[in-house]
């Protein structure tokens, strides 16, 4: 195994349980070694600190995978962290619906993002797997190893009836972050097939937001869609508005939304389940640039219970049309604008541009959402960006809610990088 040794000035911030460690943190050059292999950190003394993989092309040349000198990477390593995973998945409820089943850093394994997916109607899952690192790509077998030991033993701890022989795998290496470490962007693929299972129109099961639901089902494209095919993080933020709905709902007319970027429905849906288990009509508008993502939306929303109106076209071009002061709720749920650190300036006044249409468009008394799912675009600078749409002499919002990932995206304070996802909800004056 190759040995590394980290300068002294930056020791702190390590010791402190930040996971990565930058090429000029080294006191040598790391190249030479091949991208992707485990190496051994130690001080400037050689004393141990840990083990990871490294990557002489990458700004980010160590990422962390044990400080315990006594752990050999291989497939019983993947397997206890599977375990862990797990364990803290089943405490917040999260196993009898999909999920995230590993979340990278924050299941303390950089690199690896596992979203799983409960098939509605049939005891069978699919792992939807991203590699976002030469390291955890030439780690494969040791986590795919891991991944099938932890499916049995959920089988043996009760913990799930699904078997591995009913479990399918989806490669999904199409993050862009893979240029960065110098291997390839892929498609998807998938690796581990179940018969008659059709990754492009599947149904799921996803938690509902509404108490005492069952969870709801989801019709979605793993193959063809965005990421995974859903966006797990943002179960908890509507959850978070469907409490705000609960006692503001009108009385003599449909519930009046509008869902931008909705993708494949799921804030609409959501809220679709919701009314009707209220016994309450719904005026359901789906915003979104993508033929597939509407077609799929729209179905999501009628099975249950929601007659959504489709609106095709660009959120930054096209909402003038929409009236204002209309919705009782408006959801900004838009994409990444901001990806790099040179986009930040643009990316900024992008989401100032939206929100302030969007803003619009919500009567008085509604409920406004703004998201942001760009991780350089923090929490305090999104902040000050709604700060800037949220007073004029005739209108004002009181933000009451603050959300943000959902519990199988677990944080970890020392590495402010893996949080990401921010959530706003206020109430327009």
């Known amino acids: 195994m190759y040995s590394w ?50 990557n002489p092309n990458s700004l980010i040349a160590f990422r962390t995978l044990s400080i315990n000198r006594a752990d050999e990477i291989d497939s019983l390593f993947f397997f206890e962290r599977f375990k862990n995973s797990i ?3 089943r405490r917040s409820g999260q196993l009898s619906a999909s999920h995230r089943f590993l979340f990278a850093e924050g299941d303390y394994l950089p690199g690896l993002i596992i979203d799983r997916y409960i098939v509605a109607q049939s005891r069978s899952q699919i792992f939807v797997v991203q590699s976002s690192t030469a390291g955890m790509d030439k780690l494969f077998d040791f986590w795919m190893k891991g ?22 795998i989806v490669l999904a290496n199409t993050s862009k972050s893979r240029a960065l470490e110098g291997v390839a962007i892929e498609n998807k693929k998938v690796i581990k097939a179940v018969e008659n299972m059709d990754l492009n129109q599947i149904e799921v099961l996803i938690e509902s937001a509404t108490p005492g639901l069952e969870p709801l089902i989801f019709t979605i494209n793993i ?20 409490q705000s709905l609960t006692n503001s709902l009108p009385k003599d007319r449909p519930l009046r939304v509008l869902d931008l970027c909705c993708y494949v429905g799921q804030w609409s849906t959501q809220i679709a389940a919701f ?7 719904t005026e359901l508008h789906l915003f979104d640039a993508s033929d597939d993502a509407l077609q799929l939306a729209t179905k999501n929303v009628a099975r249950h ?66 998201c942001s799912c760009s991780g350089l675009f923090t929490m305090d600078e999104f902040k000050k960006t709604l700060a800037r749409i949220s007073f004029d002499k005739d209108h004002h919002i009181q933000w009451i809610e603050q959300g943000f990932h959902s519990p199988d995206h677990p ?15 206020g109430l327009i004056r």
């Not at 030991?149 to 701890?157: G, P």
């Not at 009760?158 to 078997?163: E, N, R």
């Not at 790099?340 to 643009?346: E, F, L, S, V």
């Not at 020392?414 to 909800?425: A, D, R, S």
């Open 5 to 54: 040794r980290l300068r002294k000035s930056a020791e702190k911030r390590f010791r402190t349980g930040h996971p990565w460690i930058f090429s000029n943190e080294l006191t040598e050059s790391p190249k030479g070694l091949p991208p992707g292999e485990l190496v051994q950190l130690t001080d400037e003394t050689g004393a141990f600190l840990a083990t990871g993989y490294g």
């Open 87 to 89: 364990e803290l998945r």
């Open 147 to 168: 991944l099938e030991d932890a499916v049995v033993y959920e089988n043996k701890q009760g913990l799930s009836k699904i078997k591995w022989s009913q479990t399918a």
């Open 223 to 242: 193959l063809g869609g965005q990421k995974t095919g859903f966006f797990l993080d943002q179960r908890k933020n509507i959850k978070l508005l469907i």
């Open 275 to 281: 009314a009707m288990a209220q016994d309450l009509k």
């Open 305 to 370: 219970g929601g007659n959504p109106a489709i609106v095709k076209g660009d959120v930054l071009k096209s909402l003038s049309h929409l009236p204002d002061r209309y919705f009782d709720v408006v959801i900004c749920d838009p994409p990444a604008f901001i990806k790099k650190k040179k986009d930040i300036p643009a990316g900024s006044q992008a989401y100032l541009k939206l929100n302030k249409e969007a803003r619009r468009k919500t009567r008085d008394s509604g409920l406004f959402v703004s």
């Open 411 to 425: 944080q970890r304070l020392e590495f402010p990088e893996g949080t990401y996802l921010k959530c706003m909800i």
